[in-house]
């Protein structure tokens, strides 16, 4: 007990330092409880509302973004549409300019040509024979022009003969389309007649290459040369319905029966919408003795590497081996990437030069 009583350390003290538990609980409740504080309370409270708010706008934003995105993905694609009509458009009008501008750069090349060659008078004018041979004009072509690529033109004068028939048949089994500058005296047979539809039934151009062949005759004078090529136009049509609209001159535009009148012929045929063709490859078949096919499909075939051919054969009764070397020919042309054409006033000319005139 002593030793208990020792270590009571609460048995000294004052009695007024002594609380009961009563009074303890009752100092308690009067202690104000002590919680968030308020500014604490209002930032956050203020926070969760401008939360809120965020949120609100948030979801209306995403729904208006939505929205204007598929409208902006529409516009684009009407915008995308617009561009290509519009290329389109562009593109459509280059090619009419480009059109136009061939058209006037040819119409040009025609007016400077007859200013070089035209032999009208200071006074303006003309020769008699530009009213004789009315009937004596071109038809106006319609077709296209033949332009890009390699092109060869085959062309076969002094026809119809007797080998105008294997010819014909050689042509067509390889799907070629020729021309064939007649002669008219050549053709003033039954025989001539038939061959001559038959070249036009099978879609192959005719061209005038003179009615007589004479070259005193035909050279002598512009009239002359209108009456001989009148006279064989007017046949032509007679026999089989086409008008003609290419010719080409006896021994080629430049030869040593035509240089006093040459000028004025090509500017008179071309006032009356003829054009003529000369060559640039040739079978170099005109001569006394057949030459051997092989040499002439040699020669026919010096033209390939250029852009556009006009090869020269002939259709006369004596040129067998030329029609021999035709296969020979077509099939050279066609591995070296060339298509075949007849000849019309959309083929650019092939022609000899000449020397200028001042």
């Not at 561009?83 to 389109?88: G, P, Y």
């Not at 070296?336 to 200028?356: D, M, R």
């Amino acid at each position: 007990m002593d030793h208990i009583a020792e270590h009571d350390t609460t048995s000294g003290r004052p009695e007024e330092l002594r609380l009961s538990l009563e009074e303890l609980e009752k100092a308690v409740a009067k202690t104000p409880a002590r919680g968030v504080p308020k500014p604490l309370f209002l930032a956050v409270t203020a926070l969760a509302a401008v939360l809120g708010v965020l949120l609100a706008l948030l979801c209306f934003f995403d729904s208006d973004y939505k929205r204007n995105l598929s409208l902006a993905h529409a516009g684009y694609d009407y915008m995308c549409r617009e561009r290509d009509e519009a290329q389109a458009g562009l593109a459509a009008a280059q090619d009419e300019l480009a059109r136009v501008q061939a058209e006037l750069a040819q119409a040009q090349d025609t007016i400077e040509l007859l200013k070089e060659y035209s032999m009208a008078a200071p006074d303006g004018t003309v020769p008699e024979y530009t009213r004789l041979y009315p009937d004596l004009y071109a038809p106006e072509w319609t077709g296209e022009a033949v332009t890009g690529g390699k092109v060869c033109c085959l062309t076969f004068d002094d026809g119809p003969s007797a080998n105008t028939d294997r010819v014909l048949e050689i042509l067509d089994r390889y799907g070629v389309k020729a021309t064939f500058f007649v002669v008219g005296a050549g053709a003033a047979t039954p025989a001539g007649q038939e061959r001559m539809r038959k070249i036009a039934a099978a879609g192959h151009a005719i061209g005038m290459h003179s009615w007589s062949h004479d070259y005193k005759t035909i050279y002598s004078s512009v009239d002359a040369f209108l009456a001989d090529f009148d006279r064989l136009y007017q046949y032509i049509y007679e026999v089989t319905g086409v008008r003609p609209s290419v010719y080409r001159f006896p021994g080629g535009s430049l030869n040593g029966y035509d240089r006093g009148v040459y000028q004025e012929i090509v500017a008179e045929m071309a006032r009356r919408g003829f054009v003529y063709y000369d060559w640039n490859a040739s079978a170099q078949d005109a001569t006394a003795v057949p030459r051997p096919a092989w040499e002439i499909a040699a020669d026919c075939l010096r033209g390939v590497g250029r852009e556009l051919v006009v090869v020269l054969c002939h259709d006369s009764a004596a040129r067998g081996t030329t029609v021999d070397a035709l296969p020979a020919v077509i099939e050279g042309y066609q591995n070296a990437g060339y298509t075949f054409s007849s000849l019309h006033p959309g083929v650019e000319q092939v022609t000899f030069g000449y020397p200028k005139i001042r």
